[in-house]
């Protein structure tokens, strides 16, 4: 079975800095697809960014991004420029590149406070 | 941007009673889920269904569960005989085609309280 696990409970942090939450994972897959939600107070989950394991690089999506290091299990998200609407719950979620098994396992998620 | 839509946001049971959760998918997605989120606790999988039939389900998918896809738009998920533990926020999910790894796109969820 796989297990995520989110480090950082909570984080707090001035508008316009920048940010890290950490993400680790454990899984015998290999291959398979991480992803980061955003979880606002109004708590829908909004998909952030999407990594596929089998390929190296890095992805991005604007202020967005990831550090994937694969054969350390790590999947660490960085905010840039951070914005006051970036305040909320963020999870990261492991999913197995496996048809008709693709079922999202989450971690405990980190509350993330950006300080007008 | 497509969505997908929950029904209703907010409902209110007695333990004990019978109820149904609506889900419209995104349309031309193929594949199905539940989640279930217990207030201050991570998100949870129930169940994924795909071609009419139950893909995955969890532990916590039991008896009392069961999902349909009544008319080719709506998903439900019905907890026939409900408990306090059953308290929770309730996902509905989508994605495009299992096996492409596509990201599953969330309802606003359905908040469930049972009296």
């Known amino acids: 079975a796989q297990t995520v696990t989110q480090s950082q409970p909570e984080m707090s942090v001035q508008e316009a800095e920048t940010v890290t939450l950490s993400c680790t994972y454990d899984t015998s897959e290999s291959n398979y697809y991480l992803f980061w939600y955003k979880q606002p107070p109004s708590r829908q989950m909004i998909l952030v960014i999407r990594q596929e394991a089998y390929k190296q690089q890095n992805a991005t999506e604007n202020r967005f991004s990831v550090n994937f290091q694969k054969a350390a299990k790590s999947f660490s998200l960085k905010i840039s420029d951070s914005q006051l609407g970036d305040t909320a719950m963020y999870f990261c979620a492991f999913m197995k590149r496996v048809f008709g098994n693709e079922k999202l396992t989450f971690g405990t998620g980190t509350r993330l406070t950006i300080i007008p | 941007e497509p969505e997908v839509t929950q029904t209703p946001s907010h409902q209110v049971t007695q333990m004990g009673q019978e109820v149904i959760l609506r889900c419209v998918p995104i349309?031309?997605?193929?594949?199905f889920y539940w989640y279930r989120q217990i207030l201050g606790q991570k998100v949870e999988f129930l169940v994924s269904f795909y071609n009419n039939e139950i893909s995955e389900k969890s532990e916590i998918f039991d008896d009392q569960f069961s999902v349909e896809r009544p008319d080719g738009s709506n998903f439900t998920l019905k907890i026939r005989s409900t408990k306090l533990e059953d308290s929770a926020m309730y996902f509905c999910?989508?994605?495009?085609?299992?096996?492409?790894?596509?990201?599953?796109?969330f309802g606003d969820g359905t908040r469930l309280s049972i009296l």
């Open positions: 999910a989508s994605s495009p085609l299992p096996g492409s790894g596509q990201p599953q796109h």
């Open positions: 349309s031309n997605h193929l594949y």
